[in-house]
């Protein structure tokens, strides 16, 4: 991946491969923001212009900073997207796996997240044991009559 810049690639053959997988996929991510001016990632280049000084990053610092720099916990929700993304590839990959990767944040901001999609369920329980993020998910029934019962029975409300 970087041999050209060996002690990058010492660092990374150290890592588990989803941990290289997140780092990579956020280097590639911010760097499409910050550097490529790829229009799917204005908001993140919107977002953070205001706090960084223009000038051009060599490729080798870049990565750098990304492979080995970046505290994992100074960035969650990236790196919760990233490792939903690393899970999806376990499942059949279908047209709502990228939504699926922009719903697994919303885990940061709940107790309890519930779905019906059962190949969401499985990726998120395993990048949420993965973080060791505490928010439950639980999966519901969609063959039910009805939703608003089973999740009556979900909370124990019935």
């Known amino acids: 991946m970087f041999k050209d810049a060996p002690r990058i690639q010492e660092v990374i053959n150290k890592y588990a491969p989803i941990e290289s997988y997140w780092r990579y996929s ?9 550097g490529k001016g ?27 900073f990304w492979m080995i720099d970046v505290d994992p916990n100074a960035l969650l929700r990236n790196r919760l997207t990233s490792i939903v993304e690393f899970f999806q590839h376990t499942e059949t990959v ?8 922009l719903h ?39 063959s039910k009559k009805s939703a608003l019962s089973e999740l009556q029975t979900l909370l124990g409300q019935t």
């Open 104 to 142: 697994a944040n919303h885990v940061m901001d709940c107790d309890l997240l519930v779905t019906a999609d059962k190949a969401f369920f499985r990726v998120l329980k395993k990048a949420l044991e993965y973080m060791s993020l505490s928010c439950s998910v639980r999966l519901i029934d969609r």
């Open 94 to 101: 279908t047209s709502g796996n990228a939504a699926d990767m």
């Open 26 to 34: 956020c280097m590639e991510v911010w760097g499409s923001a910050l």
């Open 38 to 64: 790829v229009p799917e990632s204005r908001d993140y280049d919107d977002w953070v212009a205001p706090f960084i000084r223009r000038r051009p990053i060599k490729g080798e610092d870049w990565a750098e």
